[in-house]
């Protein structure tokens, strides 16, 4: 995969795990890469803490029937899944309409087998990468309390397995026997055999590791103010340390990249999806499976003795305070599933939340813009930002090589909004 073209130069906008994950498929590939982000070095972003799992499993995008309705029913409840906070907000009134127009059944059977392809090259890539981060290969668990979720997840089990992704539905007891470890007050479960976790952190810095390796420059505490244009192309940016050339440039800036790209006449309709975790450090119980909370939407993932929840999603700009609500939310379903826990487990942990960037169809924009030949768009990938990053960018850097995708790109175009 080595040595493409020593001269070219590739500017990415976001250390983020996308950002980063491009950024070693391009270097890999002899190109001379530079990474720009605003925050220093030490930061907390989205990839950190999140729930560390490779999911296949998640083959249906956000935005599909019956979502609406859902989400106009939760939006009541300040501690359920989901909340929009109510604000006259034009880009946010945009971004609802775009949702609800892509909600459809065709939409999300067309986005089905995109998102899996996107996904298992991702696992393959996840496999492949040749770096120590602990890749736990143990598959994942959906957890349902009611017999009701439990029918629907099994019809989403067929579906699974239809698209070639193995899906097997589980009662109770062959649910405890995959996991004894843990008491769990199910009445049954989906199980992907195929889906993975590790820890973010580990993955991340495994990855910087061997990025400052291949000679890769990081300038952290930099801010983009602008661009320099010439015949269709992005010949410099302009920063806060001055302006720098680049033969391409990658966007790759999380929930930030929708405001660059207003810079540069793009429209990528983005919001910012909060989440929220909380890790023990010393649980009571520790499951050898990562799992899903199915009708609380909660993700349980064990990481090196450790185990982390999380959940919600929140969308209420771009504002990275901790709204307490939502995390009793969280503290509140957990014991529901695993009765060996309490609420006041938590009653110490520190929260964490990020913000995810959440295109309104579900689906990420990855690829190259007609309006800037040497522009690569690759954010708004939501909730799967870790999950999809490894795969994402060995995509740009094919782009980047003038080579044909792994994947189709045609329903995650940057141009699909404009």
């Known amino acids: 995969m080595l040595c493409v073209n020593m001269s070219k130069s590739v500017t990415i906008l976001g250390a983020g795990v996308i950002g980063l994950s491009t950024a070693l498929y391009c270097a890999r590939r002899g190109m001379r890469v530079t990474i720009i982000d605003q925050k220093p070095r030490q930061r907390d972003g989205c990839s950190f803490g999140n729930a560390g799992m490779i999911v296949p499993s998640h083959f249906i995008p956000l935005a599909a029937p019956g979502m609406v309705a859902l989400g106009l029913k939760w939006m009541w409840n300040p501690e359920s899944p989901f909340y929009i906070k109510p604000r006259l907000d034009a880009d946010l009134m945009s971004w609802g309409l775009h949702f609800w127009k892509a909600a459809t059944k ?9 998102l899996r392809d996107l996904s298992l090259l991702s696992r393959e890539c996840f496999e492949t990468l040749g770096l120590d981060f602990g890749l736990v290969k143990r598959g994942l668990l959906m957890l349902c309390k009611k017999q009701q979720t439990l029918d629907e997840e099994a019809h989403m089990a067929e579906k699974a397995n239809a698209l070639g992704i193995p899906a097997e539905v589980l009662d109770a007891k062959a649910t405890a026997a995959l996991d004894p470890a843990v008491t769990m007050d199910i009445c049954g479960s989906v199980f992907f055999p195929k889906d993975c976790h590790l820890a973010p952190g580990s993955f991340i810095s495994a990855v910087e590791a061997e990025l400052v390796r291949l000679g890769v420059t990081f300038l952290w505490e930099t801010e983009v103010s602008g661009f320099k244009t010439e015949s269709g192309a992005l010949r410099a940016l302009k920063t806060s340390r001055g302006e720098i050339e680049s033969d391409e440039v990658v966007l790759s800036g999380g929930v930030w990249s929708a405001q660059l790209a207003k810079e540069l006449d793009l429209k990528l309709p983005m919001q910012a999806g909060k989440g929220y975790s909380l890790t023990l450090a010393n649980p009571t119980q520790l499951p050898e499976l990562c799992s899903i909370c199915t009708e609380a939407r909660l993700a349980v993932t064990p990481m090196d003795g450790a185990l982390r929840v999380g959940g919600t999603m929140e969308m209420a700009g771009i504002d990275e305070s901790i709204t307490q609500r939502r995390v009793r939310g ?12 309490e609420e006041a487990d938590f009653a110490e942990v520190k929260p964490w939340s990020g913000l995810r960037p959440v295109s309104p169809d579900g689906m990420p924009y990855i690829g190259r813009t007609k309006r800037w030949k040497n522009l690569t768009v690759a954010t708004g990938h939501a909730m799967m930002g870790l999950s999809l990053a490894p795969a994402t960018g060995r995509i740009v850097s094919e782009l980047l090589a003038d080579e044909k995708s792994s994947v189709k790109l045609d329903l995650m175009s940057p141009d699909r909004f404009a």
Not at 106 to 114: G, K, L, N, T
């Open 330 to 341: 969280i503290t509140r379903a957990f014991p529901q599933y695993f009765p060996a826990f």
């Open 106 to 114: 065709a939409r999300v059977e067309a986005a089905a087998p995109v």
